[in-house]
């Protein structure tokens, strides 16, 4: 069964900068798309940005001029990049791994890791 586990969640301090990592195992890394989450208290889970098996990135709304999604399939791992956080960024992030075109697999998420930003 696969695996996806988050790390790179702390407290930090309004514009501060925070990288996020998802490492993945016992899967094919590298023909799933993957997807970064977030849920913050009493609101529904969100999209927070999307890369492709091609490196094709996605970002909804406004989310791409603060957030930066990235992959290294030698690794295994995917990353968020988050820059001039702001106290609303404050939420459990969640990665999800999703099969590509054409590949039959499970979908998985990870267990999240908490992110709070202090004003």
């Known amino acids: 069964q696969g695996q996806l586990v988050e790390s790179g969640g702390g407290l930090v301090q309004s514009g501060g900068s925070l990288r996020l990592s998802c490492k993945a195992s016992?899967?094919?890394?590298?023909?799933?798309?993957i997807d970064w989450y977030r849920q913050a208290p009493m609101k529904e889970r969100e999209l927070v940005a999307t890369?492709?098996?091609?490196?094709?990135?996605n970002y909804p709304g406004s989310l791409k001029d603060r957030f930066t999604i990235s992959r290294d399939n030698v690794k295994d791992t995917a990353y968020l990049q988050s820059n001039n956080l702001k106290s609303e960024d404050t939420a459990v992030y969640y990665c999800?791994?999703?099969?590509?075109?054409?590949?039959?697999?499970?979908?998985?998420w990870g267990q999240g890791t908490q992110v709070t930003v202090s004003s």
């Open positions: 999800h791994a999703r099969p590509g075109p054409g590949y039959d697999g499970n979908v998985y």
């Open positions: 016992r899967f094919t890394f590298s023909r799933y798309y």
């Open positions: 890369i492709t098996t091609e490196l094709k990135t």
